[in-house]
């Protein structure tokens, strides 16, 4: 179904938590069995979202678009940053699950100003780890840093040593295909052969533009280059979207569901 959470629900139909592409970067890292349960998992306090924390990532379906950005504006402010948000009717029942991605599809038509070097993450921040460094590495320094990608390169992080970009999408996958996580991170996205040049914007692009890629190509992240495509700008994600998506759609904007 290309997404990347799941709400869980009790035998009575009630919400329990949510598990996200995070829960699996954070499972591949510590080097958790496949074999784990959900229900064992959210009880193990290290789950992104156990059920105390479901409060807090809540949606009515009459929320705007807006309301939405501004919460997730808000968790990225926090120790742990979300990019999914539950939404639940007055009795409780589920409506489903909005991600940052979903902001980004709504970005696409609202023409938000503003170019991706502004609201990037600076290449300075974002992990990056060699090729020949084992899957492991790159997902605990992903999980470390409190960063949603790593690049990989050898040598100078630029667009000519680029290798290509681990998310926590590439962790879902490997953990379902159970690939080792000894494995060379470079060996294994030579095996994927995916290029990540398709995957690229350059910083003077238009957010919108920007947040229309995203959605056509149901990605999180774009490595963002400079003017000459030479020099790694940095990495713009669906998150980082969510810092315009209010004034750019406006206090009015469609509700969440």
């Known amino acids: 179904h290309n997404r990347s959470a799941a709400a869980v629900v009790g035998d009575d ?11 699996i970067l954070h499972a591949c890292s510590l080097g958790l069995s496949p074999t ?9 306090h290290i789950a992104r979202v156990p059920s105390e924390l479901l409060g807090s990532l809540t949606l009515r379906p009459s929320c705007t678009l ?21 939404v639940l009717d007055g009795r409780g029942d589920l409506h489903g699950v909005l991600s940052s991605l979903d902001l980004a599809l709504a970005l696409c038509s609202a023409g938000a100003d503003g170019t991706a070097a502004e609201v990037l993450k600076p290449r300075c921040i974002v992990p990056v780890c060699s090729s020949s460094a084992a899957l492991s590495h790159v997902l605990e ?18 667009v000519s040593n680029l290798l290509g970009l681990v998310t926590p999408r590439d962790a879902l996958r490997a953990f379902a295909e159970h690939v080792p996580i000894t494995v060379q991170v470079g060996q294994w996205l030579r ?11 350059e910083c003077w692009e238009p957010i919108s533009s920007c947040a229309a890629r995203m959605a056509r190509d149901s990605v999180h992240h774009l490595v963002v280059v400079s003017a ?19 004034p750019a759609i406006g206090p009015t904007g469609g509700a969440a569901e």
């Open 13 to 23: 139909g009630a919400l329990l938590g949510m598990v996200t592409e995070n829960d």
């Open 36 to 44: 784990c349960g959900v229900d064992a998992w959210l009880h193990k």
């Open 66 to 86: 807006p309301d939405a950005a501004a919460l997730l504006r808000a968790q990225a402010a926090s120790d742990w940053a979300f990019r999914h948000l539950v």
């Open 141 to 158: 320094q992903m999980s470390l840093s409190r960063q949603n990608c790593a690049l990989i390169a050898d040598g100078e992080p630029t």
């Open 191 to 201: 095996g994927l052969q995916a290029s990540w040049e398709p995957r690229t914007v």
């Open 228 to 246: 000459d495509g030479l020099d790694i700008v940095g990495v713009l994600s669906s998150t980082d979207l969510a810092q315009v998506i209010g």
